[in-house]
Every structure is written in structure tokens, then in C-alpha cells.
């Protein structure tokens, strides 16, 4: 079994930061992809950032330039470094990984609320 928990959410003014961080555990042989998506209330959950094995990413439209991902690779552990956050950056944040086991499974974190007041 596989667990995702995420954390680092919370309410920022905006123009602020927030990092958020993520533990992937159990039977895991490896992890292909890890990323963040987020939905806010009455949209469609999208992405926000990526990033392969390799250390390969890349990013929605609307984070491009402000938001950074990274991870390390020893703890299964990803991060999304925030900046600039706005109202519209509000959301919750899910945290995803495909886990490699000969074929490939998708992970879900339980989600972090974000929220940016103007």
C-alpha cells in the first residue's frame, strides 16, 4: 500500500509564499513522476507543476515563473515552492506520484487547502 500526505497548505496574504511538501511511503519500487494539481471550488482539477525521475519538469500557464518544483528522489518527497501567490492561486493541492511496479499506478494525497486573500 501506498500513502501520499501532504503538507504545508494555509492562508497566505498576496504576494506571499507557502511551500508545500509531500511523503510518498510504502511498497514502492520507484517513482516515475511526481506533480501537483489543485481545484478550486466549481472548476476542473488541473495541473500545476511536474517532475520526472530525471529531474525534467514543467508547468501550467498560469504558474509559470512563480511556482517551482523539485524532489528528492532518497526521501519520495516532492515540494512546490509558491511565489507571488494571488486569489485565484487558491485551491487544494493534490499531490500525485506514479508509482513503478513493471507498470505504472497513480497515486493520490488526500489534498492541502491553499487560500490567498487580497
Known amino acids: 500500500q501506498v500513502q501520499l500526505v501532504e503538507s504545508g497548505g494555509g492562508l497566505v496574504q498576496a504576494g506571499g509564499s507557502l511551500r508545500l511538501s509531500c511523503v510518498v511511503s510504502?511498497?514502492?519500487?520507484?517513482?516515475?513522476?511526481m506533480g501537483w494539481y489543485r481545484q478550486a471550488p466549481g472548476k476542473q482539477r488541473e495541473v500545476v507543476a511536474a517532475?520526472?525521475?530525471?529531474?525534467?519538469?514543467n508547468y501550467g500557464d498560469s504558474v509559470q515563473g512563480r511556482f517551482a518544483i523539485s524532489r528528492d528522489n532518497a526521501k519520495n518527497t516532492v515540494y512546490l515552492e509558491m511565489n507571488s501567490l494571488q486569489p485565484e492561486d487558491t485551491a487544494v493541492y493534490y499531490c500525485?506520484?506514479?508509482?513503478?511496479?513493471?507498470?505504472?499506478?497513480?497515486?493520490w494525497g488526500q489534498g492541502t487547502q491553499v487560500t490567498v486573500s487580497s
Open positions: 500525485n506520484a506514479r508509482v513503478v511496479y513493471g507498470r505504472q499506478i497513480d497515486y
Open positions: 510504502g511498497s514502492i519500487i520507484s517513482i516515475s513522476r
Open positions: 517532475i520526472t525521475s530525471g529531474g525534467s519538469t
